[in-house]
């Protein structure tokens, strides 16, 4: 690997993926476009909480990366270190390490999910941050309700049928909407458990949930999880999670056996290894998404600080913002391997969406409040309008269509192996 003219993007989520696709289709002559990313796929993150709510199938929220590029190549692997002085990246792949030469890198690694923050966090709550994190949890709820058809303590069922979601920003208000819905449909399929067994609470240490929203949309997305049954918290704070419970500030414990946190991230450590300077876990960049004193490196996404000419704020970590950085960073590129002025980094939000249950969203676009059905359309067809290549939009289409008129698929599917069942009278495998 010795190529002398090389942009190399770290980093195949929104940002990343956005930018190999611009940069494909502009990429000047003489140079070549490396795309690294330690999954195949890139994760469209706001649409875990349907494949934890069994809404949608996990391979749905995921778009391959080879697909995506023409003209660029893609390497399945994760950076570990980078020399910016000797201009090179080991990265480990499959086939051992492997070392890259580079003109031009861009760092678009995002941020990782938290599990310090509340004592017992690490060990006994459930993250939703990766497609396995969807599954596991997924899977966590269809056991706990199969666990309870055959369980006779009373204690013991409502613990297993008790679920706590932690955090009432988008993904903690989704979580609890999707699992809401999901609990009441496929309940028929479970006839020794009772609707009242049944139960989701969401813990919002702030006065109200969705803060990002108008306080009109938040108080809408609340009456709605509510009228449907979700027991909201707001002004309430998770102190210590244990395996079967949740203690809260105010002295209360709830008896649950599952937490799902959705709260906290913290910065992707590679950025630590480089020197540079981070404010809240962040790559401080300039306007122009460069980084001061390391020419040739550049950040966008949420592992970048990224001010923003608009309104002179740092831009928020969202995949709206994420993708508009990643277009002005295509253009400056262009221009930079061209010798031609740079352009600062300047956007207007269209508003935010959120899906809050099945069929049922809430939207603040250009100012105008949107929720229930229309909200959610408006979600689904966004996301589907970022999915790679036609004939993927159109199966993806297809499948979310006929989702939303059959019920609920219930299958727990499990990756058990031949190996793992060969002793067929012995103990079922314990895997989720
Ligand atoms: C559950 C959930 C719900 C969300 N809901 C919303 C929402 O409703 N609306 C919204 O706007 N935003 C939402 N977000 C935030 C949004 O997903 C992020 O802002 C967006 O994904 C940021 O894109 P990114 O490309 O910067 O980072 P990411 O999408 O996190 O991508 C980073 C990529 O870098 C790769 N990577 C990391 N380190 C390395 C390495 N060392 N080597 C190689 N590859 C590496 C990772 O595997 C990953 O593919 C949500 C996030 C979560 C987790």
Redesign the pocket.
């Known amino acids: 690997m010795n190529a002398t003219r090389t942009i190399a993007i ?7 993926t956005t930018l190999a696709r611009a940069l494909d289709r502009s990429l000047p002559a003489g140079f070549e476009l490396l795309l ?4 195949s796929y ?2 469209f ?2 649409m ?2 349907e494949a934890v709510g069994a809404s949608i199938f996990p391979e749905q929220v995921v778009a391959p990366i080879r697909q995506m590029l023409t003209r660029g190549r893609f390497i399945m692997g ?2 570990a270190s980078i020399d910016r002085q000797a201009r090179t990246l080991r990265c480990a792949t499959l086939a051992g390490d492997i070392e890259v030469h580079f003109e031009h890198l861009v760092l ?3 941020n990782r999910a938290r599990l310090d923050l509340i004592p017992g966090l690490a060990e006994h709550a459930l993250p ?2 990766t497609v396995g994190d969807a599954m596991h949890i997924r899977n966590t709820v269809l056991r706990r309700i199969a666990q309870i058809e055959l369980e006779d303590d009373p204690v013991v069922r409502r613990r297993l049928g008790h679920f706590v979601v932690i955090g009432g920003g ?2 903690g208000v989704e979580v609890a909407g999707e699992l809401v819905d999901c609990l009441k449909s496929i309940r028929r399929y479970y006839p020794r458990v009772a609707a009242g067994e049944l139960k989701v609470t969401l813990l919002q240490d702030q006065p109200r949930l969705l803060l990002e929203l108008s306080e009109r949309l938040g108080r809408a997305a609340q009456r709605s999880l509510e009228a449907r049954g979700v027991d909201v918290r707001t002004r309430r704070r998770a102190t210590v999670v244990h395996a079967d419970s949740v203690m809260l500030d105010d002295g209360a414990v709830l008896q649950s056996a599952t937490v799902i946190c ?1 709260i906290g991230t913290r910065p ?1 450590p ?1 950025l630590e290894t480089l020197g540079l300077p981070i404010e809240r876990g962040r790559m401080v960049v300039r306007g122009d998404l460069s980084i001061e004193n390391a020419p040739g490196i550049w950040a966008i ?3 970048a600080q990224v001010p923003n000419a608009r309104d002179g704020r740092v831009a928020p ?4 913002f ?1 993708v508009r950085e990643a277009h002005c960073l295509a253009r400056n590129l262009v221009a930079a391997v061209t010798n031609r002025p740079l352009e600062q980094f300047d956007y207007r939000a269209r508003g935010s969406m ?1 899906a809050i249950g099945h069929m049922k969203g809430v939207a603040d676009i250009f100012g105008v409040p949107l929720w229930g059905l229309p909200a959610w359309l408006l979600w689904r067809a966004y996301y589907l309008s970022q999915m790679p290549t036609l004939g993927r939009k159109i199966r993806i289409f297809v499948e979310w269509t006929w989702g939303m008129f059959f019920p609920t698929d219930i299958t727990h599917l499990r990756f058990t192996r031949s190996q793992e069942i060969v002793d067929s009278v012995g103990p079922a495998p314990r895997q989720v």
């Open positions: 770290v980093g195949g989520g929104f940002a990343g690294i990313s330690e999954e890139s994760t993150h706001p875990l909480p994760r950076v678009a690694i995002g939703l941050k988008f993904s959705t992707n590679l996404g949420d592992c970590p969202t995949a709206q994420a959120a």
